[in-house]
Each structure stands twice: as structure tokens, then as C-alpha cells.
T-cell receptor, first 111, second 117 residues
Framework: SQQGEEDPQALSIQEGENATMNCSYK?????LQWYRQNSGRGLVHLIL?????REKHSGRLRVTLDTSKKSSSLLITASRAADTASYFC???????????FGSGTKLNVKP | NAGVTQTPKFQVLKTGQSMTLQCAQD?????MYWYRQDPGMGLRLIYY???????DKGEVPNGYNVSRLNKREFSLRLESAAPSQTSVYFC????????????????FGPGTRLTVL
């Protein structure tokens, strides 16, 4: 399976701190995406990083990709209570049109 | 522009009953997907439709059938529901299939919570 695995499974921090979560995957990918899911809601796309990119920023989000280690990290800086959600990585391959999601990191930001 | 809509929001079935989950998107996307999400787990792909007129199995297709009715609509049918199919079902769409780069970002519906007794 190409499924990504997030680490840690759960993370609890104080508002204002940075949150880092990691994703590892098994096979070659075309791109890797991060999604957020608020409790009881659908997933919302956050950021996409292509396999030939090493780092990407979007607002308070910073994503890195290390294809040699088959891993990615998502950093949320200056976290807010509203960032409380589950975060999933998803990978897609070049030659097959499927998406694989990891099991997610549950982030709790305490006010 | 409603994005991706799903009906119903909640459903309770008895074992052996059948039902169809409906999904529609108004973004003119080519590809559509059905996932299930079980507690504490990520999403698992059930079926997908890369383009109108085509459907393919995903990771967990057993017990399900799909129909890509037109470009907008993609339905998921449970012919004989089982307790193991208790889950939250998400429909998603993307401009193009995964593997095509930035255009394969998926947009998700709000989900259908299904309980099979």
C-alpha cells in the first residue's frame, strides 16, 4: 500500500506554540497534499507539494518534502485555538489515479 | 456555487436493507470519488470515476456499487447493508485525476453518517 502514516497520532499544545506533524509514505509519488478536518466535517485542502519541491509555504503553514526518506512534515506556526482539527496527508502517484490518505494527526490547541 | 453536496446527512439501516447515497458537484470537475472513514482512521477509497462514463474500484469496493450518472452526479449503492459498513461516507471531486499535479486537489462534501444495525 502507498498509504501515508502520520506521526504523532495526537498532539496537544498551547495557543501561540508551533505544531509539527509528520507523514511517511511507501512508494514514489507525484505529489503530496495536506488536508484538515474539523470535527464532524469534510476535509479541506491546505497545501500541495510536488515531488520536485522541497519546501512550500502558505500563510502560517510550512510543508517540507524529503523524497529520499519518503517523508513530509507540516508546521503550523503561532497556532490558534481554531487550528484544532485532524490533519491528514494524502499521496498520489504518477501512473495511477488514486489517492491514499494517512490515519491523521489529531491536533488540540488549548487557549 | 454549492461545491460538493451529499444526501442524506444521516441514515440508519437494518442489516440486509439497501440504499443509495447521492453526491453532486457543481464545479464542472471531471473526477469524483467515494471514501469511507472509520473512527480514528483516515479515509479509504471505495470507488472512483476518473471521468464521465468510467468507474473503477478503490481500496475497499466489496459490498458497494457506483454509478456516474452524468458529469455532476456520482452515487454509491449498498445492495445489502452489513454492520461492517457502519461508517461516515465522503464524496469528493477534482478537476483531473490524481497524478496530474496541482489540478488533482480534491474537494469534499460534508459526509453521510450511516449506521447499520
Amino acid at each position: 500500500s502507498q498509504q501515508g502514516e502520520e506521526d504523532p497520532q495526537a498532539l496537544s499544545i498551547q495557543e501561540g506554540e508551533n505544531a509539527t506533524m509528520n507523514c511517511s509514505y511507501k512508494t514514489s509519488i507525484n505529489n503530496l497534499q495536506w488536508y484538515r478536518q474539523n470535527s464532524g466535517r469534510g476535509l479541506v485542502h491546505l497545501i500541495l507539494i510536488r515531488s520536485n519541491e522541497r519546501e512550500k509555504h502558505s500563510g502560517r503553514l510550512r510543508v517540507t518534502l524529503d523524497t529520499s526518506k519518503k517523508s513530509s512534515s507540516l508546521l503550523i506556526t503561532a497556532s490558534r485555538a481554531a487550528d484544532t482539527a485532524s490533519y491528514f496527508c494524502a499521496t498520489s502517484s504518477y501512473n495511477f489515479n488514486k489517492f491514499y490518505f494517512g490515519s491523521g494527526t489529531k491536533l488540540n490547541v488549548k487557549p | 456555487n454549492a461545491g460538493v453536496t451529499q444526501t442524506p446527512k444521516f441514515q440508519v439501516l437494518k442489516t440486509g436493507q439497501s440504499m443509495t447515497l447521492q453526491c453532486a458537484q457543481d464545479m464542472n470537475h471531471n473526477s469524483m470519488y467515494w471514501y469511507r472513514q472509520d473512527p480514528g482512521m483516515g479515509l479509504r477509497l471505495i470507488y472512483y470515476s476518473a471521468s464521465e462514463g468510467t468507474t473503477d474500484k478503490g481500496e475497499v469496493p466489496n459490498g458497494y456499487n457506483v454509478s456516474r450518472l452524468n458529469k455532476r452526479e456520482f452515487s454509491l449503492r449498498l445492495e445489502s447493508a452489513a454492520p461492517s459498513q457502519t461508517s461516515v461516507y465522503f464524496c469528493a471531486s477534482s478537476v483531473l485525476p490524481p497524478g496530474t499535479g496541482s489540478t488533482d486537489t480534491q474537494y469534499f462534501g460534508p459526509g453521510t453518517r450511516l449506521t447499520v444495525l
